[in-house]
């Protein structure tokens, strides 16, 4: 049987595309969460140079679920005294649906729009930054 082979960047290939090599809104919106967390962590996806637990992102991440007290502990420190925990944490919430195994369940474009302009507002609420949350 003949498979077509998958194209694209390692680390950013949603599940469902390097299965079947059929690409989807969905396809796409599994990228988009490994994006949020190459945002929030300032960590490329896949970096060789760290420890064997640390080199690829989704799997690093994981051990710092945003609704942990450790969480604060992955966001870059360039955005530390920029953005609110409570902002932060949406976004890895936002990045975590994105990444569902499930493509049926991940959010909609729409959805996704609509949850980081809330981060956003969060943020611009001022209260509790990344920095106050040690």
Known sequence: MYRQQTIGTHGYAAPEYVETGHLSIHSDLWSFG???????????????????AEQKLLYWVRQYPADSKKFSMIIDLL????????????????????????????????????????????????????????
């Open 34 to 52: 490994v994006v949020l967390y190459e945002i929030l962590t300032g960590r490329r996806v896949l970096e060789r140079h760290r420890p064997t």
């Open 79 to 134: 955005l530390r005294d920029q953005y609110s925990i409570n902002a932060a944490r949406k976004i890895a919430k936002l990045a975590d649906s994105c990444l569902n195994k499930n493509a049926k369940d991940r959010p909609t474009m729409n959805r996704v729009v609509e949850i980081l302009k809330q981060a956003i507002q969060d943020s611009q609420k001022g209260t509790n930054s990344v920095n106050n949350n040690y």
